[in-house]
């Protein structure tokens, strides 16, 4: 990694698109890979810079900060403007890692409705269209964060283990 000074926190296609621009070289398409221990593992699509000499440059600095990520190449894949989701992967069997899942999917797939789709940065969405889904979308991601299961208390303090309570439904939500 050495993140360009001219580079914008995660727009990796317009950086790479800028640094061609202003140096040559290529852009490389392929799928950057977060782990969440425990909980799934998410690959994002992406893009780094060949550079002229063909040395593999990632020049699009982490919102963490991060120094190194592991970076999958994937010559079948063309940067066409369009949004691609990131594909995630449960890493155990459990219901409150399927929803959140299916939550952060149906959150994209809203953000990106229409013409929205070639809309990098910045997009207005609807507040009564996304609000439920990202409210949904953190309750989700807290209980994860706390190691809760499906079995266990839901964080909503009903009282109720988590499939009985926003478990039941957000399976009606999501039609399962
Ligand atoms: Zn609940």
Not at 21 to 34: E, F, I, K, N, Y
Not at 35 to 51: D, G, I, K, Q, Y
Not at 88 to 115: C, K, T, Y
Request: glycine share 8%.
């Amino acid at each position: 990694m050495k993140p360009d000074p001219e580079a914008i926190v995660n727009e990796c296609f317009p950086n790479v698109e800028a640094k061609i621009a202003r140096a040559g070289g290529s852009m490389l398409c392929g799928w950057q890979l977060w782990e969440w221990p425990h909980v799934l593992v998410e690959a994002e699509f992406h893009a780094v810079w060949l550079s002229p000499e063909g040395e593999m440059v990632d020049i699009t600095p982490k919102p963490h900060g991060e120094t190194r990520i592991l970076f999958v190449p994937d010559e079948r894949r063309r940067y066409d403007g369009m949004v691609v989701d990131n594909v995630r992967m449960p890493l155990r069997d459990d219901q409150v890692i399927r929803h959140f899942i299916r939550v952060s999917e149906a959150i994209v797939r809203v953000m990106n409705r229409g013409e929205r789709a070639s809309q990098y940065g910045h997009v207005s969405v609807p507040a009564h269209e996304i609000e439920p889904l990202l409210q949904v979308q953190n309750l989700l991601g807290q209980s994860l964060g706390l190691g809760l299961r499906d079995h266990d208390p839901c964080l909503c303090r009903s009282g109720g283990k988590y499939k009985r309570c926003h478990g039941r439904r957000l399976e009606l939500m999501f039609g399962l």
